[in-house]
């Protein structure tokens, strides 16, 4: 965590130190966002990205963290979950942020890049797990893509996501980051738990 950003329950909790400098979270998920969450989730209403990145843009530490990152990246879905949902929600939420960031006028990352990241197998949905179980769950899930490490390395990359609740996707999507040459990653959500 960087030291003007406070740590959450799950990073003071952890065993090891996590590979995200900083995470920024907009909302508790709690009553009412966690039932709208779920709607922009699961139940195919992407526009609720709009309302989500606005709630978002007000935090003054997320639109101070906007401005220190070079490359915005989304938590990727793998096909058969993209498919199934019809659309990655951290994505929707990176694009939501970055159209209302500019017309805000706000320093954003000059590149947000859909496929920075990729998803190299299945893994059963973090919030059936318990919390150990999420922490072991994503171990090697990630990997930056072959294509894109020319843009990661050397950057200050912006994780994006919908739910952070262990921190354990983040984490585990920064290490690949890390790994492909990244200088260091933070992470941007719209809700926290704990």
């Avoid at 965590?1 to 959450?8: E, F, G, I, V």
């Avoid at 299945?122 to 294509?147: C, I, K, M, W, Y």
């Amino acid at each position: 965590m960087a030291d003007d950003m406070p740590a959450c329950g799950a990073c003071l909790t952890r065993a090891h130190p996590s590979a995200v400098h900083a995470c920024v979270a907009s909302v508790d998920y709690a009553y009412p966002w966690d039932r709208l969450i779920a709607r922009f989730k699961f139940q195919g209403e992407p526009g609720w990205a709009r309302v989500f990145a606005r709630e978002m843009l007000g935090q003054e530490r997320a639109r101070d963290l906007l401005g220190r990152c070079a490359l915005m990246v989304p938590v990727p879905l793998t096909a058969s979950r993209l498919a199934r949902r019809g659309h990655n929600q951290a994505w929707e939420l990176a694009k939501a942020v970055r159209r209302q960031g500019r017309h805000m006028g706000l320093p954003l990352p000059a590149q947000a890049c859909a496929d920075a990241l990729v998803r190299l197998r299945e893994t059963p949905d973090q919030h059936s797990l318990t919390r150990e179980q999420r922490l072991r769950n994503l171990d090697g899930v990630f990997a930056a893509h072959p294509r894109r490490t020319p843009q990661i390395r050397g950057q200050h990359v912006l994780l994006m996501d919908d739910v952070s609740t262990t921190g354990a996707t983040l984490d585990a999507a920064a290490q690949a980051l890390l790994q492909a040459g990244a200088s260091r990653v933070s992470a941007m959500v719209f809700a926290r738990t704990g």
